[in-house]
């Protein structure tokens, strides 16, 4: 092969698809062996950049601040947060409604003395007025005075 | 146990997969820069391509049950990288940005290399640019083994793994992809 190597030939050569006897001119023809190496040092020029860019980025911001999701992935989550605290919200009334013991009336009898019971009932209908009244009237003048 | 071609990583088939998850943020940090890295060269935009990697961790600890450790944890995030590249690049909202902004390629940020002369690193700088604007230029598929190869440094065998294409498909877009890349080189030189 006394002519140079195509472009073709040349990017076969790159790949490693080439024949035997491209192969064997690109080591010993020095004009192709030459473009051989330019491209190989392009590309590894090329390499050694991105990589010197991403080695910035790794030291300024570390892996440790990355380890959670992006934002897009998070966004059902955080839907669903908003929608399970609304329900809460809505359903957190009732729950508590229901749940809350009813409280004994205040004049309702826990005494089990006999004795204790005829009292309670005696004072109750000796009132003027209904117990809840009465804090009202202290406040008036005594009329029987 | 065998050990596969992936050079850098010890990557390897693992008997139990069920122990690469045990300890997922180790997981996680020894795998973030790979899959970052395959995700800014693909996206061109670093705060894009860390809000998928994110996503790619997310879902691979989501379906970890699924991992059957037929290939290697490497080969199985970047397969899971490749389809939020593909899901993402063939959104609504995607296209529209790229046709709003009418550019896909960006600009690789400049960094300081206090090793080599400014004219050097003018050099160099200009050369990795080209390769970036290059890349920009090819097909989705065409970048996507492109980068897995040269990158990645995955072989054949294990793109078309991660990309679920077969290994002579994988080598037709990488001969397609190299001899784009050479074209474009050629024309900004």
């Not at chain 2, 994988?170 to 001899?179: D, E, Q």
């Amino acid at each position: 092969m006394n002519r140079h190597l195509s472009e073709d030939q040349i990017a076969r050569c790159i790949v490693g698809e080439a024949d035997s006897a491209e192969a064997q001119h690109a080591r010993e023809c020095v004009e192709c062996s030459a473009d051989l190496d330019r491209f190989s040092r392009s590309v590894a020029l090329f390499r050694s950049g991105i990589q010197k860019q991403i080695n910035a980025r790794i030291t300024l911001v570390p892996t440790s601040a990355v380890s959670k999701p992006s934002g897009a992935d998070t966004q059902t989550p955080r839907w669903v947060l908003v929608a399970a605290a609304a329900v809460v919200l809505v359903v957190l009334p009732f729950v508590r409604a229901g749940n809350k013991p009813e409280a004994p009336p205040e004049d309702a009898f826990t005494e089990t003395d006999p004795d204790a019971v005829m009292n309670r009932i005696n004072l109750d209908l000796g009132r003027t007025v209904p117990a809840p009244m009465e804090p009202l009237m202290l406040g008036l003048p005594d009329l029987n005075r | 146990m065998r050990s596969a071609t992936t050079s850098g990583f010890v990557a390897l088939h693992v008997e139990n997969p069920a122990v690469e998850f045990e300890n997922f943020d180790r997981l996680v940090e020894q795998y973030r820069p790979r899959v970052l890295r395959f995700l800014f060269a693909s996206l061109r935009d670093m705060d894009l391509a860390e809000s998928l990697a994110q996503d790619c961790f997310w879902n691979a600890y989501k379906s970890r049950s699924t991992f059957r450790g037929d290939c290697s944890v490497n080969t199985w995030l970047m397969r899971i990288a490749v389809n939020l590249v593909r899901n993402h690049t063939q959104s609504r909202r995607f296209q529209f940005w790229k046709k709003i902004q009418n550019t896909d390629n960006g600009e690789m940020r400049e960094w300081p290399d206090h090793s080599v002369s400014p004219e050097e690193s003018a050099s160099i700088r200009q050369q990795v640019q080209s390769v970036w604007d290059a890349t920009g230029s090819l097909s989705n598929r065409q970048r996507t083994v492109f980068l897995l190869r040269y990158l990645e440094d995955l072989d054949i065998s294990e793109i078309a793994q991660t990309t679920g294409l077969t290994e002579n498909s994988v080598k037709v877009h990488l001969f397609r992809a190299v001899r784009g890349i050479r074209k474009r080189l050629g024309a900004s030189q």
